[in-house]
């Protein structure tokens, strides 16, 4: 991948995290909406667009993982309403932190080692 490539990915992925963040903020904001509700249109939104992701690439989605799935949607309900008493800054480091740990901690607990340049990947983020 060239590198203004992968700069601009990174840029879009950073702003798509920062969107989430303020998005999540403004939905549960003076209880505008409900954390449990906002938690179930987040997590469909986000499997729909999957789906349609898919069927795009006319490839059939791959057999899920119920282990996986459940630990989305307790992150999701945890995170929603937390938002009601974190700091949108707070809000964002945590989110920032449990992206990286999620990333990172199953080959860690498989016993293998990182590459030196994701070492310093997690390091610059």
């Known amino acids: 991948?060239?590198?203004?490539?992968?700069?601009?990915?990174t840029l879009l992925t950073l702003t798509a995290f920062a969107a989430n963040s303020v998005l999540c903020r403004l939905a549960l904001f003076e209880e505008r909406m409900d954390p449990a509700l906002f938690t179930l249109l987040r997590l469909t939104s986000g499997?729909?667009?999957l789906i349609l992701l898919c069927r795009v690439r006319h490839s059939s989605p791959r057999q899920g993982d119920w282990g996986?799935?459940?630990?989305?949607i307790a992150?999701?309900?945890a995170f929603s309403f937390a938002y009601l008493t974190l700091t949108a800054g707070t809000g964002a480091?945590?989110?920032?932190?449990?992206?990286?740990?999620s990333m990172l901690a199953p080959p860690l607990l498989r016993g293998e080692s990182l590459?030196?340049?994701?070492?310093?990947?997690l390091l610059l983020a």
């Open 1 to 9: 991948m060239s590198l203004p490539r992968l700069l601009l990915l």
């Open 47 to 49: 499997a729909l667009m």
């Open 68 to 72: 996986g799935a459940l630990a989305l």
């Open 75 to 77: 992150y999701g309900a």
């Open 93 to 101: 480091l945590l989110l920032f932190a449990a992206v990286q740990l």
């Open 115 to 121: 590459p030196l340049r994701q070492w310093a990947g």
